[in-house]
């Protein structure tokens, strides 16, 4: 649930990051469409400008032809109107007719109805609205800035977020890696238990076989010393031989119920051992498995952020020209590094031979394998042949006078498996 919740969660931070993706591609097309027409708008302006000094240019020169044909008029008329009186000539003066000349000039071109004044009218309010639609499109650039720079720190945060994350799933791995291996060291440990326990089992019954056996063997002498003092000696000869024929015979079958039984133990022991070591090669595999399904997992979430930052960066490069072109681009960021491959978990199998060398050292156990290499088939026929020869050979019996309470060290193997462990 908590992952399904997580990945909900970043499927939802996504559908956000790329409607806020679209929203500032559009807003950079009108950015460049705005850009367009503000690169109308000064060309315009400059043509205007050109038109405004060109037509005060003319106008001062046509005033200038205009005061100086004026000028050259009245000094016409002042030499043909010599003949009057000198106050008249006096009284006409040319400052203020230049002065009355300049006014009429200056009405003139303020009220000016000619097709050429009327352009350069609709051009300077068109100059106005492109000039209020510029400082519209600066405040809009404005805000898509604040707004790229919070999709920024909230990408960052999502970025520390996916960090932390990927540390506690490393930190959850470590720690089931370390419980799997403590639980194959458990199951190890129950199974060597379990063989242990069937060894003293089978031991205790082949001392007691063989006590039993000495037990008849002696009584079977004292029968046949008593039989001997109180017959005569063909008759004791022919009795004990019949003793002893039957007694092989009694032997024999109970060697051969014996094998049997040592067989069919190790053919328990074996389908045991194997069944183990399958469950444990099944729960390796099925590990395995899951942390290789992970890792594809987190390939191609890595794999996905990595072409949504370079879309980003690509967005970033385009705004960053479209606002200040830079001299040079710059070069394409390097490919993410290949992810990790997937660490191979310690053998927990190992803890088997460790602990048969500790095995090899102890003396208490007299079946214990002495070399590792051997296969069980060797180790059950060295056990059978040690309790063949200690039933032939014979058993020491202990005395009558000695205390039955004699401790005897067959815990040792136990206590010495659970200081390994």
Not at 240 to 250: F, H, I, M, Y
Not at 288 to 311: G, H, I, N, Q, S
Not at 404 to 420: C, F, H
Request: proline share 5%; with cysteine; aromatic share 2%.
């Amino acid at each position: 649930l908590q992952e399904y919740e997580s990945l909900q969660r970043r499927h939802e931070t996504c559908r956000r990051l790329e409607e806020e993706r679209d929203q500032a591609i559009k807003q950079l097309s009108e950015f460049q469409q705005s850009q367009m027409v503000i690169e109308e708008v000064s060309a315009i302006q400059e043509n205007l400008e050109i038109e405004r000094t060109c037509r005060e240019s003319a106008e001062a020169l046509a005033s200038k032809q205009l005061n100086c044909q004026n000028r050259s008029l009245k000094r016409k008329s002042m030499m043909l109107l010599s003949h009057l009186s000198p106050d008249t000539i006096t009284d006409i003066n040319l400052d203020d007719e230049e002065e009355e000349d300049g006014e009429d000039l200056d009405a003139t071109s303020k009220v000016c109805l000619s097709p050429q004044c009327q352009t350069t009218i609709s051009l300077q309010n068109q100059l106005e609205s492109s000039l209020e639609e510029k400082t519209r499109a600066v405040t809009n650039l404005e805000s898509v800035r604040d707004q790229l720079r919070e999709t920024r720190e909230e990408l960052l945060k999502e970025k520390h977020d996916n960090t932390v994350l990927i540390a506690e799933t490393v930190w959850q791995k470590k720690l089931l890696g370390k419980y799997n291996r403590s639980q194959f060291a458990v199951e190890e440990y129950k199974a060597l238990q379990d063989t242990l326990d069937l060894e003293k089992h089978l031991r205790t019954e082949a001392e007691t076989f063989g006590r039993e056996m000495v037990v008849e063997q002696k009584k079977l002498k004292r029968q046949s010393q008593i039989l001997m003092q109180s017959s005569s000696p063909s008759q004791a000869l022919l009795d004990a031989l019949s003793q002893v024929t039957r007694l092989t015979q009694d032997l024999e079958t109970q060697r051969l119920e014996h094998q049997n039984q040592m067989k069919q133990m190790e053919d328990r022991l074996r389908s045991c051992e194997a069944q183990r070591e399958l469950t444990a090669l099944r729960c390796k595999l099925q590990l395995v498995e899951e942390e290789k399904k992970e890792y594809t997992e987190k390939c191609t979430k890595v794999e996905v952020e990595v072409k949504d930052l370079r879309f980003t960066e690509e967005l970033q490069k385009k705004l960053q020209a479209a606002i200040n072109p830079p001299p040079t681009p710059a070069p394409p960021p390097p490919p993410p590094p290949p992810p990790p491959a997937p660490a191979l978990a310690s053998n927990p199998l190992s803890l088997l031979s460790l602990i048969r060398k500790r095995r090899d050292i102890s003396v208490d156990i007299p079946l214990v394998v002495q070399d590792s290499a051997k296969t069980t088939m060797d180790v059950r026929q060295q056990a059978v042949d040690e309790m063949m020869q200690r039933i032939k050979k014979g058993i020491q019996l202990r005395p009558l006078n000695q205390s039955p309470n004699r401790r005897l060290p067959s815990n040792s193997a136990i206590q010495e498996l659970k200081g390994i462990m």
